[in-house]
């Protein structure tokens, strides 16, 4: 008798741990909001679909990442020949030669108006 006693006695911790689980699961309870890897799945998975909406979107607009090695910027050459022909000093910002600017620009400008001043239409002449 006593030896059955002591069997009961060992597997009644498991057997009520059994009995928890499977009332939890039954009651929808094993599930939690940040399990052991949740790091790995969210995040992760978080920044693959930024990539891949990113990916879909190029594809679907037909944006081509490479580098284009013709591609060209007239304006700026024709302001560097201009500096280096002398028409336009050397040190003088490129921001004063735009024709729209913003405040902090229009600031900048009018303080350096006195140096630069005779040069700021030198893009307009053409």
Not at 12 to 22: G, H, K, N, V
Not at 51 to 63: E, K, M, N, R, S
Not at 108 to 116: F, P
């Amino acid at each position: 008798g006593s030896r059955t006693e002591f069997q009961l006695q060992a597997r009644t911790p498991r057997l009520i741990s059994r009995c928890r689980e499977a009332l939890a699961a039954a009651m929808g309870g094993t599930t939690r909001l940040w399990h052991p890897k949740w790091f790995s799945r969210y995040l992760w998975g978080t920044i693959a679909s930024i990539h891949l909406t990113g990916f879909v979107a190029d594809q679907t607009y037909g944006i081509d990442r490479k580098k284009n090695p013709e591609f060209m910027w007239p304006w700026w050459h024709e302001i560097m020949r201009k500096k280096e022909k002398g028409e336009i000093p050397m040190d003088m910002p490129g921001y004063m030669l735009c024709k729209y600017r913003n405040e902090p620009e229009e600031r900048w400008t009018a303080e350096r108006e006195e140096e630069y001043g005779e040069f700021m239409g030198a893009m307009d002449a053409e």
